[in-house]
């Protein structure tokens, strides 16, 4: 694992956290994006635990860089509760979650392993804010356009895709959707492959910002495509 923060004391404090742990190693620091970038082709950790303000290149660019590279590590994003436009940001470029910096030490570790294994991470308090963030006032036409061109992207799904879509943002995992939808796990799986590649996205996450961007709170009840809704 690689540690970005601007900030020496936060570094000292997680490495200590994270190097405290059998099954976890921090190999390397980076004090600012460039670092990162240059540590990350060095070491080619699995997870990179990423600031997402610094100085310079901040944490959202650099994610973005990371995850557009071969093989790119999972990125676990640091946020305050100022953050939540960059975090939003970061999620939809493909970090597959994010902890507040007061997050006790064992919720990080949970959060480490989870995204290890290729999971999200959602703290719930950041999950709110960010939800809210992504939901909130902004101006009618960018709201318009970012509703419509999730609506696109989500209109090449059939049915089912699009039933799996909507139980994926609810946050249900793969044996609660296939008892909502009355199929099997595999099915299940397949459909989730689907979704990763006609949407082009790398991880869940994004599939519930899709989800939330055409306009579709996350409750639990069936709704219409996003193409027949008006």
């Known amino acids: 694992m690689v540690i970005v923060d601007d900030e020496q004391l936060v570094r000292m404090a997680l490495r200590l956290v994270i190097d405290g742990e059998p099954d976890l190693t921090v190999v390397a620091e980076a004090a600012d994006g460039d670092a990162a970038l240059a540590v ?12 997402v303000r610094m100085p310079g290149r901040d944490g959202l660019d650099t994610t973005r860089e990371l995850l557009a590279r071969p093989a790119p590590p999972r990125v676990l994003m640091l946020t305050t509760f100022d953050s939540d436009d960059l975090v939003l940001g970061a999620l939809r470029a493909g970090a597959l979650g994010f902890v507040l910096k007061d997050t006790p030490p064992p919720r990080i570790l949970e959060a480490v392993r989870t995204v290890a294994d290729g999971h999200p991470a959602l703290s719930p308090a950041a999950t709110a804010r960010v939800i809210a963030a992504a939901t ?18 989500l209109s090449v799904l059939t049915e089912r895709e699009w039933e799996t879509a909507r139980a994926v943002a609810d946050g249900l995992g793969n044996p609660e959707i296939a008892e909502r939808l009355h199929i099997t796990v595999a099915t299940v799986k397949a459909h989730t492959g ?27 009840r069936a709704v219409d495509r996003p193409s027949d809704v008006g």
């Open 40 to 51: 990350v082709d060095e070491q080619r950790p699995d997870v990179v635990l990423m600031d």
């Open 194 to 220: 689907s979704l990763f590649a006609k949407l082009g996205v790398e991880n869940r996450v994004q599939i519930a910002l899709l989800v939330r961007d055409a306009g579709h709170s996350t409750c639990r």
């Open 136 to 153: 909130g006032p902004d101006s009618s036409h960018s709201r318009d356009r970012t509703r419509e061109a999730a609506r696109e992207r």
